[in-house]
């Protein structure tokens, strides 16, 4: 079962907008509602940001924001910060066993 | 506040074997869905396996590299969660992270543990 698709980095400036997406199948992220996303500093652990395409968990700022478009999730970071320069990694719930599928992880760096 | 603290990280040489353990703490283990995650030097994240809570079968699930290799079990007298790696390969050289949550969203992560198979 191949990785769900994200673009290797992304990049860009304090202040701006920028989005990640994570491109699957109907089998995957266009048939469920269950994309995550994912926040990995270097050499620590990933950090739960997004889950069912949208909802942000109790203490994620507000300005990561998450969205799905057919087989296209999508994690908008808004008023990019210094602090938010890390690999991102999306989820999905998938129909073949064991249901479970990560996206390859995007590395954002803030310039 | 919830903890999950991995061990039993080391060097093995292929076709060893590890155990790894989760100790659980601030949320009710019994009930939840645990899944071990793990992460090769430089790469993404793959998932390796998970348990049921015993109220939703307690069954166990794995990604097809390790499939009958790796057993997951836990202990719900102790919030315990374990990974016994048998027949261990190069590839599986990996930090190994111990996580929550069920429908591929993982709620809680651990520091993870760093398992180095070579000769």
């Known amino acids: 079962q191949s990785a769900l698709t994200q673009p290797a980095s992304v990049s860009g400036s304090p202040g701006q907008s920028i989005t990640i997406s994570c491109t699957g199948t109907s089998s995957d992220v266009g048939g469920y509602n269950y994309v995550s996303w994912y926040q990995q500093h270097p050499g620590k652990a990933p950090k739960f940001m997004i889950y069912?395409?949208?909802n942000r968990p109790s203490g994620v700022s507000n300005r990561f924001s998450g969205s799905k478009s057919g087989n296209t999730a999508s994690l908008t970071i808004s008023g990019l910060q210094a602090e938010d320069e890390a690999d991102y990694y999306c989820?999905?719930?998938?129909?073949?066993?064991?249901?479970?599928?990560f996206g390859g992880g995007t590395k954002l760096t803030v310039l | 506040e919830v903890q999950l603290v991995e061990s039993g990280g080391d060097l093995v040489k292929p076709g060893g074997s590890l155990r790894l353990s989760c100790a659980a703490s601030?949320?009710?283990?019994?009930?939840?869905?645990m899944s071990w995650v793990r992460q090769a030097p430089g790469k993404g994240l793959e998932w390796v396996g998970r348990i049921k809570s015993k109220t939703d079968g307690g069954t166990t699930d794995y990604a097809a590299p390790v499939k009958g290799r790796f057993t997951i079990s836990s202990d719900d007298s102790k919030n315990t969660l374990y990974l016994q790696m048998n027949s261990l390969k190069t590839e599986d050289t990996a930090v190994y992270y111990c996580?929550?949550?069920?429908?591929?969203?993982?709620?809680?992560w651990g520091q993870g543990t760093l398992v180095t198979v070579s000769s």
């Open positions: 996580t929550t949550g069920r429908a591929a969203r993982f709620d809680y």
């Open positions: 989820s999905s719930f998938t129909s073949s066993s064991p249901h479970v599928i």
């Open positions: 069912d395409v949208s």
């Open positions: 601030g949320f009710t283990f019994s009930n939840a869905w």
